[in-house]
């Protein structure tokens, strides 16, 4: 068994996270007492190798019973028994998972066998990828790697330790997907295959979504793993509409980067610059999201006038493509409405701008985004859209542009960069003349529209207006 000391840097990066949970240093030599082993396993490992903030703490136990390590567990605190047919234990209060050795049988239901003396490298032989099937002895500090996933690291390679547990779990498809994009690391020809052939249809939305959630939001090139899928032959299965994307070209004065697929992805990869920027989880995925499906309408819109190409209406035709491609991913109706309203309008910044529109124009269309998103978040689709135009390269450019300042200036001289102008008439101000009801709802309208259009901001008078009107 292939196993080393961790250097200092490393150990003492690894002993800095363990001191903020002092219990821990308690339960693993409690463990090494009674005869135990406690590993840290699992993506800990891999970040602490990768200089990276450890997430997750996975400790798995060798050579205990479930039971035994429970009864250590309980002189620490109260223990969890949610995960015990699985072989998973939590305390109270400690986010770490204390689990043992198993093998799981295949199916949707699989039953789990556990096995606390089975050897490290059958334990970790179950895992995704070699990178995650490593071990760090917690009381030797010793790095136990059966399968060089130290060595795949400083590669950048993602191997399978085993095929043939590698099939038994299609989510793993999406996995490679999103650590291509995180780590910027790159499968093994014997992976690309597994992963070409492999039944996929059976994986849940919600699983899928999670997995694209960790490309979208952790990935600094989310791209990777959107090309990936197209060289495994996978895209049109995975996301057809994106895929459809490919080959379509674009008149070369606005794109010179090349076609609609390669400018997206220019465009993603410039998204997750900007991402950062939001605080909010929904709001940087419906950025990612919008950037990912702002062109889906060029396939069907893309003809040559006069040896010119244009894309008149892809906007509004990429909108149902949007919503279609976004229902396979995630159930989350409020993301979808979000991102379907971000492509509609995602070509009005520069519209407006060239247009010389009126701060009217810019409370109008806050109110049409309204409640779903913002002047702010458009205006950073399309800074993302006009930096996915790299002729040089698949990198974004890095560089602003002033029409896309001007459109910011312009909503906040309107003061709507980040919300509606509110409407001043209520249905409580007419209800003394008008009952509730649709023309209720007409008037209010009205009255809304003349205050964004004329500027009148008196209550009084806009009643008077829409009620001489009624």
Not at 93 to 102: A, H, I
Not at 197 to 219: H, N, P, T, Y
Not at 240 to 268: N, R, S, Y
Not at 287 to 300: I, T
Request: net charge neutral; aromatic share 6%.
């Amino acid at each position: 068994m292939k196993s080393t000391k961790i250097n200092k840097e490393i150990q003492s990066a690894l002993q800095s996270t363990l001191k903020k949970y002092p219990v821990i240093h308690d339960i693993v030599r409690a463990i090494n007492e009674s005869g135990g082993k406690a590993l840290l396993v699992g993506g800990a490992v891999r970040d602490l190798l990768l200089g990276r903030e450890i997430k997750d703490l996975d400790i798995e136990v060798h050579n205990l019973s479930i039971d035994r390590l429970e009864a250590i567990l309980e002189q620490f605190d109260e223990v969890s028994l949610v995960g015990k047919s699985f072989g998973v234990l939590r305390l109270r209060g400690l986010d770490v998972d204390w689990s043992l050795p198993r093998k799981d049988s295949v199916g949707r239901k699989p039953e789990v066998e556990i096995n606390p003396i089975m050897g490290y490298e059958q334990a970790f032989k179950r895992r995704d990828l070699t990178i995650n099937a490593m071990g760090i002895d917690l009381i030797t500090f010793e790095l136990i790697d059966p399968f060089d996933g130290a060595q795949d690291l400083q590669n950048n390679i993602l191997r399978a330790p085993s095929k043939t547990l590698f099939l038994e779990d299609p989510l793993r498809f999406y996995r490679v997907m999103q650590f291509i994009g995180r780590f910027e690391m790159q499968p093994d020809e014997e992976l690309d295959t597994i992963c070409k052939e492999m039944d996929i249809s059976k994986v849940s939305v919600e699983r899928i979504e999670a997995e694209f959630e960790k490309l979208l939001l952790q990935a600094k090139r989310p791209s990777l793993g959107i090309w990936w899928l197209k060289k495994i032959g996978r895209l049109k299965e995975v996301l057809p509409e994106l895929a459809a994307t490919i080959g379509v070209q674009q008149d070369k004065k606005w794109h010179p980067e090349g076609d609609v697929f390669k400018h997206t992805m220019q465009a993603l990869d410039a998204a997750a610059i900007i991402r950062d920027t939001y605080e909010n989880r929904l709001d940087k995925l419906a950025l990612m999201y919008g950037a990912l499906c702002h062109d889906l309408g060029k396939p069907s819109t893309t003809h040559t006038v006069n040896g010119e190409i244009k894309s008149e209406e892809h906007a509004m035709q990429g909108v149902p493509l949007t919503k279609q491609i976004l229902k396979r991913i995630t159930k989350n109706k409020e993301l979808i409405d979000t991102v379907c309203k971000l492509v509609k309008y995602h070509m009005a910044p520069i519209q407006f701008i060239d247009g010389g529109a009126k701060l009217s124009a810019y409370k109008r269309l806050a109110n049409k985004l309204t409640p779903h998103t913002n002047l702010r978040m458009l205006a950073d689709l399309a800074l993302a859209d006009k930096r996915g135009r790299n002729p040089k390269g698949d990198d974004p450019l890095d560089k602003d542009f002033p029409e896309i300042d001007q459109f910011r200036k312009k909503a906040q001289e309107a003061k709507v960069e980040l919300e509606q102008e509110e409407p001043v008439l209520h249905g409580r101000d007419i209800m003394d003349m008008i009952e509730p009801g649709p023309r209720m709802g007409e008037l209010l309208k009205q009255a809304y529209e003349i205050q964004i259009e004329e500027g009148i901001k008196d209550k009084n008078e806009l009643k008077r207006r829409v009620l001489k009107k009624d």
